[in-house]
C-alpha cells in the first residue's frame, strides 16, 4: 500500500528521472544563490554587492548573440531523431535522410557557435569597460574579473550547442547530470572564494573552473563517440539553414531578445540612475526570484524533446494531455517558492535582521513576485508552441518588451525603483497574460482540431 501510494505521488507530480535531475540542479544553484546572499552580505559591501549583480544583467546580452539557436537545435534533432533509433550507445541508425539530416545540424551548430562565442567576447568585453568605466565611479577593481566573465560566458556559448544536440537525441537525464555537477561545483567554489576574500573575483573564477565539467563529461565518456560517428555520417541530404532554420530563427530569436528587456534591464537602468547600492539590492532580489522561475520551469524544459517527437508523430491529444500536467506541476512549484521566500523574509524583517535589508521593501517584492509567477506559466505556453517549430509569440514579444523597456526608463527616471516595479507588474499581469493565453487557444486551435487524430 506504501509503496503504491508513493509510486501515485511521483506520477502525479510529473517527476522522473530527468527532471530529477533537473530539478536537483535547478535546486543546487537556488540553494547555492541562497547560500551566497549571506556570503555576498558577509563579505562584500554594498557598492560590491551592485557590481556583483550587474555583471549578471549585463552578460545576459549573451542572448543577441545565440538568438535562440540553442532551443531550436534541440527541437530540431529532436524532429530527425524520431525516424532513428540507437543501434547500441554509439551508434543510431534508422532512416537515412535523417542520419544525414541530423549530422548536418551538428555540423552547422558547431560553425555557427564558433564565430559567434568569439563575437560575444569582443563586444562584451568592450561595452562592460564602457559601461562601467562611465556609471561606475566607486573605487572597485572591476575590470579583471568582468573579463574574466567575458571569457567564460563566450566559452559557454562555445559548449551550449553541444549539449542542445545531445538533448534532442533524448540525452535529457545525461545532460542534467552534466549540469547537475557543474553547478554543484559552482556553487561550492563561489561560496569558498566570497570567504577566502577574492570579492568580485569569485564568480568569474568558479564559473571557469566549474565549466571545464563540460568538456571532461563528454570526452571521457561514450557522448564523444556518439558525436563523431554522427559527425561522419553526412551525405546529401542536409538541414537547409536559410529555408528551414531562419524563418523559424529570426522570429523566435526577436522573442528572446525580448526577454532580454522583459527579464534583464532593472539592473543596468537601477545602476545607471540610483547607484550601485539600490541596483544590488533589486540583484538581490531577482536572483532568488529568478531561482524560483528556473527550478519551476525545470518541469517544462524537460519535456521538449518529448513534445517535439510527439508534435512530429502527430499525437496531438497524448501531448495536450502531459502538457496541462506539466504546466500545472510547473505553476504549483513556482507559487511555493515564492510564497516560502517572501514569509521567510516576512520573519527575517520582524525580527529586524540586517539581511532583510539587502532586498527591496516586501511590498514590492510582493509584486515581483506574483509578476514572477505569470511569466513562468507565459514562459511554459510559449514552450509548446515553439515545439511545433513555429514563433506565434513573435509580436507579442516585441510589444511587451519595448513597453516594459521604455517604461522602466519613463518610470525609473521619474518615479524610482516603485515606478519601474509597478509598470512591471501591470504590464506583465494585465497586458502580458490574457495576450499569451489567446495566443495559445488560437494557435492551438488551428494547428489540432482539425487533425484526424485529435
Known amino acids: 500500500m506504501h509503496s503504491k501510494f508513493v509510486n501515485a505521488l511521483v506520477n502525479k507530480s510529473g517527476l522522473n528521472t530527468a527532471v530529477i535531475f533537473t530539478v536537483a540542479s535547478r ?52 524532429h530527425e531523431f524520431a525516424k532513428l533509433n540507437f543501434k547500441s550507445q554509439e551508434r543510431l541508425e534508422g532512416d537515412p535522410v535523417s542520419l544525414s ?5 551538428l555540423h552547422l551548430s558547431v560553425k555557427w557557435f564558433s564565430v559567434l562565442s568569439l563575437c560575444l567576447f569582443v563586444v562584451l568585453s568592450l561595452f562592460g569597460y564602457i559601461f562601467f568605466s562611465h556609471y561606475g565611479k566607486d573605487p572597485i577593481n572591476w575590470f579583471y574579473p568582468w ?3 567575458v571569457f567564460t560566458s563566450s566559452v559557454n556559448l562555445l559548449l551550449t550547442p553541444i549539449l542542445s544536440f545531445l538533448e534532442g537525441l533524448g540525452k535529457v537525464k545525461e545532460i ?55 559527425w561522419k555520417n553526412i551525405g546529401s541530404e542536409r538541414v537547409n539553414y536559410k529555408k528551414e532554420i531562419l524563418p523559424f530563427q529570426w522570429k523566435i530569436s526577436l522573442s ?10 532593472f539592473n543596468p537602468v537601477v545602476f545607471a540612475t540610483e547607484g550601485a547600492i539600490v541596483a544590488g539590492q533589486m540583484g538581490l532580489s531577482l536572483a532568488i526570484f529568478n531561482g524560483i522561475q528556473s527550478i519551476s520551469l525545470s518541469w517544462l524544459n524537460t519535456k521538449i524533446p518529448s513534445f517535439s517527437v510527439l508534435i512530429a508523430n502527430e499525437e496531438y491529444s497524448k501531448l495536450d494531455r502531459i502538457f496541462r500536467n506539466t504546466v500545472l506541476q510547473s505553476t504549483v512549484v513556482s507559487f511555493l517558492g515564492v510564497l516560502v521566500f517572501l514569509f521567510f523574509l516576512y520573519i527575517s524583517s520582524l525580527y529586524n535582521f540586517d539581511f532583510s535589508k539587502r532586498f527591496l521593501s516586501f511590498t514590492l517584492l510582493s509584486l515581483l513576485g506574483f509578476s514572477i509567477i505569470v511569466n513562468q506559466f507565459v514562459a511554459g505556453l510559449a514552450i509548446y ?36 516595479i509597478l509598470w ?7 497586458l502580458s497574460l490574457p495576450w499569451a493565453i489567446f495566443i495559445f487557444l488560437k494557435k492551438r486551435r488551428e494547428w489540432h482540431y482539425n487533425h484526424p487524430t485529435y
Open 256 to 265: 528572446w531578445i525580448s526577454g532580454y528587456f522583459i527579464y534583464q534591464l
Open 147 to 149: 573579463i574574466i566573465l
Open 176 to 230: 542534467a547530470l552534466i549540469r547537475l555537477v557543474q553547478y554543484t561545483l559552482q556553487a561550492c567554489l563561489v561560496l569558498s572564494l566570497l570567504s577566502l576574500n577574492f570579492h568580485l573575483f569569485s564568480s568569474p573564477i568558479a564559473n571557469f573552473l566549474s565549466l571545464l565539467v563540460i568538456p571532461i563529461f563528454i570526452f571521457f565518456s561514450y557522448r564523444k563517440n556518439v558525436l563523431i560517428n554522427i
Open 385 to 420: 508552441l515553439r515545439c511545433h517549430k513555429k514563433e506565434p509569440f513573435l509580436y507579442f514579444s516585441i510589444v511587451i518588451a519595448i513597453l516594459i523597456g521604455v517604461g522602466i526608463f519613463l518610470f525609473g527616471r521619474f518615479f524610482g525603483i516603485w515606478g519601474i
Open 424 to 430: 512591471y507588474s501591470f504590464v506583465i499581469v494585465g
Open 101 to 105: 539530416r541530423i549530422s548536418s545540424l
Open 27 to 78: 535546486l543546487v544553484q537556488g540553494a547555492g544563490g541562497f547560500l551566497s546572499i549571506f556570503f555576498v552580505v558577509r563579505f562584500l559591501n554594498k557598492i560590491e554587492q551592485g557590481y556583483f549583480y550587474t555583471f549578471g544583467s549585463i552578460l545576459a546580452l549573451q542572448v543577441f548573440f545565440e538568438l535562440g539557436l540553442t532551443s531550436i537545435i534541440t527541437q530540431f534533432t529532436a
